[in-house]
């Protein structure tokens, strides 16, 4: 992301406006997925993605549909709200094997099935994100 930065500043120098437009293009994707990427936790009421600034959350009961990309990102819907996940292969952390093992038990409990879908990559969470809650005020 920083290379990007730093070439489209050296384009703005150039009198190159337009590659250097083009290279904010990329610095925007980069600050995307790094805001939007996290770890994944999961347990048996629900899934989250724990990101830089918020939380995200979609209770299992709620998913009614699994969609893949050919990279392996997850996206779960909702009648009203989805979740996106990176791909599995991805994860990391002592926890991974039991995290995929969870995640296959709850689409497996709830007979749903992993539909390969071209979008799935593009996807953003919709209607999941966790409002955080002020500290308790002692007074």
Same mark, same amino acid.
């Given at each position: 992301m920083l290379l990007f930065l730093l070439?489209?500043?050296l384009?703005?120098?150039?009198?190159?406006?337009?590659?250097s437009v083009l290279f904010l293009v990329f610095v925007a994707l980069g600050f995307h997925l790094m805001v939007g990427s996290g770890?994944?936790?999961?347990? *048996?009421?629900?899934?989250?993605?724990?990101g830089l600034l918020a939380r995200y959350e979609l209770a299992?009961?709620?998913?009614?549909?699994?969609?893949a990309s050919g990279y392996g990102t997850l996206?779960?819907?909702?009648?009203?709200?989805?979740?996106?996940?990176?791909?599995?292969m991805l994860w990391s952390g002592p926890g991974k094997p039991a995290l995929r093992a969870l995640?296959?038990?709850?689409?497996r409990d709830r007979a749903l099935t992993v539909r390969r879908a071209l979008?799935?990559?593009?996807?953003?969470h919709r209607n999941v994100r966790v409002q955080?809650?002020?500290?308790? *005020?002692?007074?």
């Open positions: 070439a489209s500043l384009s703005w120098r150039a009198h190159d406006s337009l590659v770890h994944v936790a999961a347990d *048996d009421e629900a899934i989250s993605v724990h299992w009961e709620r998913v009614r549909r699994v969609d996206v779960l819907h909702a009648d009203d709200a989805r979740l996106v996940l990176p791909a599995p995640v296959a038990r709850q689409l979008g799935a990559d593009y996807r953003v955080r809650t002020p500290p308790n *005020d002692p007074s």
